[in-house]
Each structure stands twice: as structure tokens, then as C-alpha cells.
């Protein structure tokens, strides 16, 4: 509710710190990319050269914008562990902003300007200290909702196992699903421990038949998609 009204105030203003901040935070709930950090040009030539280029948000440049039309914009870089992304997104606000920001000097995406006209990057703890003092997340935890509704919905998809090997197997395909959708190569215990909240797996091995039945029964809450709904009941049982 918080970045909406400041996306709403700031309409006006479409390079403000304020809607900066706003933007990044949608894109982040919208694409679960990492927040990562802002880093100089030197910092990527470095690591272009130790092979290990990867970006977050706030670090992304111009030339990671490799589409934009009316509210539909396109980003490509390469993320953790050096994994090429590709990001679809349709968003009017965020769409906005980045036209903006595109237009002023500088190879970085995510630039704002002061009370006094002087251009600013956009960094990872203007982010942090936004969601400090307006509510209890941090960046991260985009990531492991992503992850754990990709997990949900893998899961609710192939149903109740008619063994344990199934079983397994479907628990195994779920974490991959997480993987896939936060793009990253760690290994499947990192995933599990760190982007997919422990009542899922347990849920399902405990008693996948009520698993599959409340993930596939209808529910509602505003402002969240049908499966982010029934995530949440499941979680709040």
C-alpha cells in the first residue's frame, strides 16, 4: 500500500528518490530479482575480468534495458552465479520511470534527482532503509515468496504421489521449480533452506492429499493472485 501511495504522489515527479525507491521495490515484488548492489563501472570491468560479472537490481545498466514499449519493458543481464535472465514486465509506473531515468546522463538504470536537480544511482541501502522504516521485509524475502509460491504451485500441479518415490521425485521437481524461478545454480539444499518455506515440504510429505485439495480449492484475498491467496491461508492454518 505504502510504495502505491508513493507511486501515486510522486506521478508528477517520475525522477524522485521517493519513486526510485517505489519502482524498485514493485519491480523486486513483481520479478523476484535480488537487490544486489550498486556497484561503479570499475567494480564490473573487475569482475568481467575475474569471471564473475553478475548483477542485482540497483546495479543494472541501460544496456540490460533491451526493450521497452508502452507499459511492457524487457531485462536481460546476467544474475547470480553469473545465470542469463530474461524478465519480462508489464507496468505502467515502472515503464514510466525508466523512460525517465534512461534519458539522464549516466550508464546506470536506476537514477533519481534531488531537490536541487543533482542526478543520483539509486542504491541498495536507500531500498533497505525504505523497507526498514515501512515494514518489518527485507529484499530477500521477495525472493523466498517467489520461491515458495513457484515450489506451491509445482507441487499443487502434480498432485498426490501414489508412492514414496513419487514422492520424492515430486518434491525434487518442485525445488527445482524454485530454482528456476529466482534463477539461480546453488545447489538443492540451499534452495530448500533458503527460498522455500519449511511448511511446504513438510505439508506434503506429511499429508499431500490435503495439500493438493487446499491448494486447488478457490480463495480470496485482496490484492494477491488466487495461489498467493492459498498460500497464505496454508501458512496462517
Not at 41 to 64: M, P
Not at 87 to 93: F, L, M, N, S
Not at 196 to 225: C, K, M, Q
Amino acid at each position: 500500500k505504502k510504495v502505491k501511495a508513493d507511486l501515486a504522489k510522486t506521478s508528477d515527479d517520475p525522477l524522485s528518490k521517493e519513486r526510485a525507491v517505489a519502482v524498485a521495490l514493485r519491480l523486486l515484488d513483481l520479478t523476484a530479482i535480488r537487490i544486489g548492489e550498486k556497484k561503479s563501472q570499475r567494480q564490473i570491468e573487475e569482475d568481467k575480468k575475474e569471471g564473475r560479472e553478475n548483477y542485482g537490481l540497483v546495479a543494472l545498466r541501460l544496456k540490460h534495458l533491451v526493450k521497452i514499449k508502452g507499459d511492457r519493458f524487457v531485462l536481460e543481464f546476467k544474475g547470480k552465479s553469473g545465470v542469463w535472465q530474461e524478465i519480462e514486465v508489464t507496468d505502467a509506473d515502472a515503464a514510466e520511470y525508466l523512460r525517465a531515468s534512461r534519458d539522464l546522463p549516466g550508464y546506470e538504470l536506476f537514477k533519481y534527482l534531488d531537490a536541487n536537480g543533482e542526478k543520483h544511482v539509486l542504491s541498495d541501502a536507500a531500498v533497505r532503509d525504505y523497507m526498514d522504516d515501512n515494514s518489518s521485509f527485507t529484499p530477500k524475502e521477495f525472493r523466498t515468496w517467489h520461491g515458495t509460491l513457484a515450489a506451491t504451485e509445482s507441487l499443487a500441479k502434480l498432485g498426490v504421489p501414489k508412492s514414496e518415490e513419487e514422492q520424492e521425485a515430486n518434491i525434487a521437481e518442485a525445488i527445482q521449480a524454485a530454482r528456476d524461478k529466482l534463477g539461480h545454480e546453488d545447489d538443492t539444499s540451499t534452495a530448500l533452506d533458503s527460498y522455500i518455506h519449511p511448511a511446504i515440504i513438510e505439508g506434503y510429505r506429511e499429508d499431500p492429499t490435503d495439500f493438493v485439495r487446499h491448494f486447488n480449492n478457490g480463495s480470496v484475498r485482496a490484492g494477491l493472485s488466487k495461489a498467493e491467496a492459498r498460500l497464505v491461508d496454508y501458512l496462517e492454518r
